[in-house]
């Protein structure tokens, strides 16, 4: 499973999960006809011209999928758990949030929901358990490392024209 989850497609599997989330999260989410629900305290309404509205809460679980994708890129073995552990739950509350509104919303908007859901839910657990055979990014190593011959070393350099000396 580790060559067929490398890095670089688990990150453009998450992005394009979070453009479908984008996607379904401007779907309307309310029934043609049916009664608003009551509103949330703190909460600001939204309506359209037909008095179908999209998610809000899809539209955030999509942009916190594509920063997930961004720290994937950037993190470490332990930082990359805690962000498997981030798109596990994103993905188990999208398939959630979506089944539970299954009765009042459209099977249009609900059903494509659920599934890119658990397909989140799924890339994070498998990611999670493949991402442990993945190397670490040796891009920065070489900056921190000592020069192998003291003369070209920057730092003496300026350490000697600090001392006075002439250095060249």
């Known amino acids: 499973m ?10 453009l599997a998450l992005l394009v999960l979070a453009g479908a989330l984008w996607y379904l999260s401007g779907l309307p ?6 009664t608003a629900p009551t509103p949330v305290p703190g909460v600001a309404e ?53 089944l539970a509104a ?16 658990v397909l989140v839910l799924a890339l994070a657990v498998c990611a999670g358990a493949a991402s442990r055979h993945w190397k670490a990014s040796a891009r920065y190593e070489r900056a921190r490392t000592a020069p192998a011959d003291p003369e070209d070393d920057p730092t003496a350099a300026w350490d000697a024209l600090s001392r006075g000396e002439d250095p060249s």
């Open 2 to 11: 580790s060559r067929v989850l490398t890095k670089g497609r688990t990150l």
């Open 29 to 34: 989410w309310t029934s043609p006809g049916a």
């Open 46 to 98: 939204v309506t359209g011209p037909d008095e179908t509205v999209g998610s809000p809460l899809l539209t955030a679980a999509a942009a916190v999928l594509a920063v997930s994708a961004l720290l994937l890129a950037m993190l470490g073995r332990a930082g990359r758990y805690v962000v498997f552990g981030l798109v596990g739950l994103i993905g188990a509350g999208c398939a959630g949030v979506a």
């Open 102 to 117: 299954a009765g009042s919303a459209p099977a249009a908007s609900v059903w494509p929901t659920a599934a890119a859901g």
